[in-house]
């Protein structure tokens, strides 16, 4: 069966430091994988997302994320982190175009 | 206005009440999605549809049921709520004519509670 995995439930980094989110999935091929960021009270806003080519994309906010086949993984950097980037991280999949699969979320605490 | 409308926003009920939740759509996308989210379980599927005759189950539909009323409108009742089913549900939507993978877009999210 289909996994996402987000091993840090919560995490907190000061303000100016870099971020780095872990998701690992489990699929039998390469799936389509997505970042998406929830602020409080909001829904869900797509950072970005890797269907093929280049491993390493880039999403809004400064945002980037590097698939590795052989990991399976499919982590979130940010080089430096600003306040307003505290949220809940939600890493997806995407299977056969029309099944999605949600990992449980890292909340991303900024302190001054 | 947003692209993706869910009402209401809060709704508190008491148990066995039935409740509806409503999702409409300017993007003009044909697929439809309702999810629920729980603390510590991320989000799960509910239901989906791919057009207006098509609607098929997720992996926790027990205890819901879905109308897709035209391509922009989807809803999702709940016919008796019971407390299990306080969440936040969210309302998604995908385009399945754009090239790769669809991606989803969200509403703002539904917070129900059922006392």
């Given at each position: 069966?289909q996994s ?7 995490i907190?980094?000061s303000e ?14 390469t ?15 797509l950072l970005?997302?890797?269907?093929s ?5 880039q999403?809004?906010?400064g945002?980037e ?8 993984s499919f ?5 430096s982190?600003?306040w ?9 999949v ?18 001054p | 206005d947003a692209?993706?409308?869910q009402?209401?926003?809060?709704r ?12 409409s ?9 309702w999810?629920?989210?729980?603390p510590g379980?991320?989000l799960r ?14 992996e926790?539909s027990?205890?819901?049921s879905?109308?897709?009323?035209a391509?922009?409108?989807?809803s999702?009742?709940l016919e ?8 936040l ?6 385009d399945s ?5 669809n ?5 703002a ?7």
């Amino acid at each position: 069966a289909q996994s996402v995995t987000q091993p840090d439930i919560h995490i907190t980094v000061s303000e100016g430091a870099s971020l780095e989110l872990r998701c690992n999935y489990s699929y039998g091929a390469t799936p389509y994988l997505f970042w998406y960021v929830q602020s409080p009270g909001q829904g869900l806003q797509l950072l970005l997302k890797y269907f093929s080519g280049d491993t390493l994309v880039q999403g809004i906010k400064g945002f980037e994320a590097e698939f590795k086949r052989s990991q399976s993984s499919f982590n979130l950097r940010k080089p430096s982190v600003h306040w307003s980037d505290a949220a809940e991280y939600f890493c997806a999949v995407g299977v056969r175009s029309n099944q999605f699969y949600f990992g449980t979320g890292t909340s991303l605490t900024v302190i001054p | 206005d947003a692209d993706v409308t869910q009402t209401p926003r809060n709704r508190i009920t008491k148990t066995g009440k039935r409740i509806m939740l409503e999702c409409s759509q300017t993007k003009g996308h044909d697929r439809m999605y309702w999810y629920r989210q729980d603390p510590g379980l991320g989000l799960r599927l509910i239901y989906y549809s791919f057009d207006v005759k098509d609607i098929n189950k997720g992996e926790i539909s027990d205890g819901y049921s879905v109308s897709r009323q035209a391509q922009a409108k989807f809803s999702l009742s709940l016919e008796s709520a019971i407390p299990n089913q306080t969440a936040l549900y969210f309302c998604a939507t995908s385009d399945s004519r754009t090239s790769g993978a669809n991606v989803l877009t969200f509403g703002a999210g539904s917070r129900l509670t059922v006392l």
